[in-house]
Nanobody
Framework: QVQLVESGGGLVQAGGSLRLSCAAS????????MGWFRQAPGKERESVAR????????YYTDVAKGRFSISRDNAKRTVYLQMNSLKPEDTAIYYC????????????WGQGTQVTVSS
């Protein structure tokens, strides 16, 4: 019903910046929140940030505070993650996800985009 495609990942040096995009498609698109998650090798998946679609309110976990910024473009059905001051520990596969507002889990996930930060 909803397809999510991330893009913008790549290799960047520590201290650099990267902007991730997540474009949604499908017959309907009415999320309550859209979120960014990441998973590094040997670690569990963790939340990075989320944005409430109706009013654009944002929430960040500790890994993102002060460095990352989530935003949305309603017309483009796209959510962004601007990442600044990147560190090697930010290296992970980054996923976007869609939460409808009902139920206990995000219903749709993208395929992920690799972010690699070199020292």
């Amino acid at each position: 019903q909803v397809q999510l495609v991330e893009s913008g990942g790549g290799l960047v040096q520590a201290g650099g910046s990267l902007r991730l995009s997540c474009a949604a498609s499908g017959r309907t698109f009415s999320p309550y929140t859209m979120g960014w998650f990441r998973q590094a090798p040997g670690k569990e998946r963790e939340s990075v940030a989320r944005i409430t679609w109706s009013d654009g309110s944002t929430y960040y976990t500790d890994v993102a505070k002060g460095r990352f910024s989530i935003s949305r473009d309603n017309a483009k059905r796209t959510v962004y993650l601007q990442m600044n001051s990147l560190k090697p520990e930010d290296t992970a596969i980054y996923y976007c996800a869609y939460y409808s507002g009902t139920g206990s889990r995000y219903e749709y996930w993208g395929q992920g985009t690799q972010v690699t930060v070199s020292s």
